[in-house]
């Protein structure tokens, strides 16, 4: 296997009358990576998939799939690519087996070679009971999966999915996520989502944009680590108000706390850090010194929408 990019993104800006969708991003996706798109509507998430996929034309900058550039070698490109857009294109009138048929047979597989291919896909999206209905008749849920099972039908070197989990119900959406992540390794995949979870639970890495810029691109362990200087220390404790409050005053690697009462003699000790250092192992020590009961000693772990409301905020303000 390749060890250059799936794809390569270099100073990718789009216009319209009066609008930039794009403003000059750049990025690269490595193969066999699951990578999250995250942002409001209109952050260019869409924009983004259409232009990769070859739907359409950017304004300026360079995009490269597969090590093709999708401006002039936008065939070779298609080839390579599994696109599901958000508002799934599906032929209503035709029977689910058919349609993936007639997928599979327009996407270059021979006729075998489909047939093989369309019992796999029907078995991985839990199609296999439905797949003599027509699909104008099916409930949205598994009209998504046809969606699914048509960007994948063909193999493609990269995956890329518009809101795929978007009208599902809970049962669904765990199934197309367990889906999504047992195609990592042997596929790319670039998912586009406003659903913070969905990126959090599936994804290696998350790219979050907005207004057309990407604000932030790493791991979801990575951008938890650059914000810890900015979590809280838990700590429920057995102990005099007073005494709680002068020792946290006394303690220099404290910038903020706040105590509060909890169930029993406990209290609720809220304790910011300085530099994000973690001082948990100091607050252990002095209990121990102090003779307190200690019940609770935690850090707090942000969730991906702390994350990207730190991210967005500073812009969000601009505005």
Not at 144 to 150: I, P, S
Not at 216 to 222: I, K, M, R, V
Request: proline share 5%.
């Amino acid at each position: 296997m390749s060890s250059a990019p799936m794809i390569e993104v270099s100073n990718l800006t789009k216009r319209y009358a009066g609008h930039t969708a794009l403003a000059g991003i750049s990025f690269s996706v490595a193969r066999g990576e699951i990578v999250g798109l995250l942002g409001p509507n209109g952050a260019g998430k869409s924009t983004t998939m259409r232009i990769l996929s070859c739907f359409m034309p950017a304004t300026s900058g360079t995009v490269r799939v597969a090590g093709y550039d999708v401006f002039h070698d936008s065939e070779e490109v298609r080839r390579r690519i599994g696109y599901m857009p958000e508002n799934n294109p599906l032929h209503n009138e035709m029977r689910v087996r058919e349609y993936l048929k007639f997928r599979a047979r327009l996407k270059g597989l021979g006729r075998a070679r489909s047939r093989d291919r369309i019992d796999t896909v029907l078995q991985q999206c839990s199609l296999t009971d439905v797949s003599k209905r027509i699909i104008g008749q099916l409930s949205k849920g598994y009209r998504q999966r046809v969606g699914l099972a048509d960007a994948i039908v063909h193999e493609p070197d990269l995956i890329i999915l518009d809101e795929p989990t978007i009208g599902l119900d809970p049962h669904q959406i765990r199934l197309v996520r367990s889906l999504i992540k047992s195609l990592s390794g042997s596929h790319t995949v670039l998912i586009s989502t406003h659903i913070l979870p969905e990126v959090e639970m599936t994804c290696s890495r998350v790219m979050i944009m907005l207004g057309g810029k990407i604000l932030a691109s790493d791991t979801p362990d990575n951008l938890q680590s650059r914000m810890a200087g900015k979590g809280q220390i838990i700590a429920e404790i057995a102990a005099p108000v007073a005494e709680l409050k002068t020792a946290w005053s006394q303690m220099a690697e404290v910038e903020h706390y706040d105590v509060s009462p909890s169930e029993g003699n406990f209290h609720r000790c809220a304790l910011t850090p300085r530099d994000g250092c973690d001082l948990r192992p100091e607050i252990f020590t002095l209990v121990q010194q102090r003779g307190w009961q200690l019940r609770e000693l935690t850090r707090n772990r942000h969730s991906l929408e702390d994350i990207y409301v730190q991210v967005t905020k500073p812009n969000e303000e601009e505005e």
